[in-house]
Nanobody
Framework: QVQLVESGGGSVQAGGSLRLSCAAS?????MGWFRQAPGKEREGVAT???????SYADSVKGRFTISKDNAKNTLYLQMNSLKPEDTAMYYC???????????????????????WGQGTQVTVSS
């Protein structure tokens, strides 16, 4: 089993920055950040796997940076130049299995990740 605990959400004005953290217990092959706004489907934000592959959603590329401290087994998401449309509940997710045929679309698909944290709220005001 993998347990994921997120922290670091909050409220910020547009243009501001936040850093999310996700502490993991147990082995993970791929970890990522997903978000869900009210009335919308959960979507992938960024993922990173043990083979060094990183994927970003087009909407956050150039503004968000995903990273992982393997010694601490902790995942981070540095979010800069935040926009009101980034407002959502942010979830940390993970999978243990290697990809069979990697693609950006696959890595950012919520259904491909088995373990989920409880979520942390990010609110960006204009």
């Amino acid at each position: 089993q993998v347990q994921l605990v997120e922290s670091g959400g909050g409220s910020v004005q547009a243009g501001g920055s936040l850093r999310l953290s996700c502490a993991a217990s147990g082995y993970t092959y791929c970890m990522g950040w997903f978000r869900q706004a009210p009335g919308k489907e959960r979507e992938g934000v960024a993922t990173i796997d043990s083979d060094g592959r990183i994927s970003y959603a087009d909407s956050v590329k150039g503004r968000f940076t995903i990273s992982k401290d393997n010694a601490k087994n902790t995942l981070y998401l540095q979010m800069n130049s935040l926009k009101p449309e980034d407002t959502a509940m942010y979830y940390c997710a993970a999978r243990r299995d290697r990809w069979v045929g990697y693609s950006k679309f696959l890595s950012l698909s919520p259904s491909q990740h088995n373990y989920w944290g409880q979520g942390t709220q990010v609110t960006v005001s204009s």
